[in-house]
């Protein structure tokens, strides 16, 4: 069974640019979750779809940061204009069924480096 | 919101030496997932384990639900055992909450 994929591994941008990550979940995967990895912290969540809807987005800036998954299935997040500080890891993972039961499982992770 | 607390934050080992990693959080959960984050950054599952003790080859996880911990304990380790290990929960019905984590080296 293909486990989460993500891509690009690694970017790096100029503060200001954009940039966007994409994420195919575990097929049958109802819920897919993003979260920032800051170097040296554990992930935190920002955001939850429960297939193409959201159901948590209180941590994600919405400033600069927004995320969809159309038709239930892939999503991407997107952050414009970048800022130095969200130089870290974006980690997408998928479970079975909404949060308070199922197993998560991660992807690889893609690597932003913000100068 | 609920707290996450691993101990200790950071470990060295000689191969083949035992360890216990701990993680304690501050109330109730549904949930309970035990990771290791590889040097390349991926999270990779070891168990999930809301109660009760589970064990995987060298590996194995004990959550005690109603006093709010759970342990990982690590036999004979391996170089490649290295890494961070992270506790997640599921506080009612929130997305994992994650500990700041135990880096681990083992050393030859």
């Known amino acids: 069974e293909a486990g989460v994929a993500q891509s690009p591994r690694y970017k790096i941008i100029e503060k200001r640019q954009s940039v966007a990550f994409w994420c195919n979940p575990i097929?049958?995967?109802?819920?897919l979750y993003w979260y920032q990895q800051i170097l040296g912290q554990g992930p935190k969540l920002l955001i939850q779809?429960?297939?193409?809807?959201?159901?948590?987005d209180s941590q994600l800036p919405k400033d600069r940061f927004s995320a969809e998954r159309l038709k239930g299935v892939d999503s991407t997040l997107k952050i414009q204009p970048a800022k130095l500080e969200d130089s870290a890891v974006y980690l997408c993972?998928?479970?079975?069924?909404?949060?308070?039961?199922?197993?998560?499982?991660f992807g690889e992770g893609s690597r932003l480096t913000v100068l | 919101g609920i707290q996450v607390e691993q101990s200790p934050p950071d470990l060295i080992l000689q191969e083949g030496a035992n360890s216990t990693l701990r993680c304690n959080f501050s109330?109730?959960?549904?949930?309970l997932q035990w990771f290791h984050q590889n040097p390349w950054g991926q999270l990779i599952n070891l168990f999930y384990?809301?109660?009760g003790t589970k064990q995987n080859g060298r590996l194995s996880a004990t959550t005690v639900a109603t006093e709010r911990y759970s342990l990982l304990y690590i036999s004979s380790s391996q170089t490649t055992d290295s890494g961070v290990y992270f506790c997640?929960?599921?506080?009612?019905?929130?997305?994992?909450?994650f500990g700041k984590g135990t880096r681990l080296s083992v050393i030859a």
């Open positions: 993972a998928s479970s079975w069924t909404g949060a308070g039961a199922g197993e998560l499982f």
């Open positions: 097929s049958g995967h109802a819920t």
């Open positions: 779809f429960q297939n193409n809807g959201v159901v948590d």
């Open positions: 109330d109730s959960v549904n949930n």
């Open positions: 384990i809301p109660s």
């Open positions: 997640a929960v599921v506080p009612g019905n929130t997305p994992l909450v």
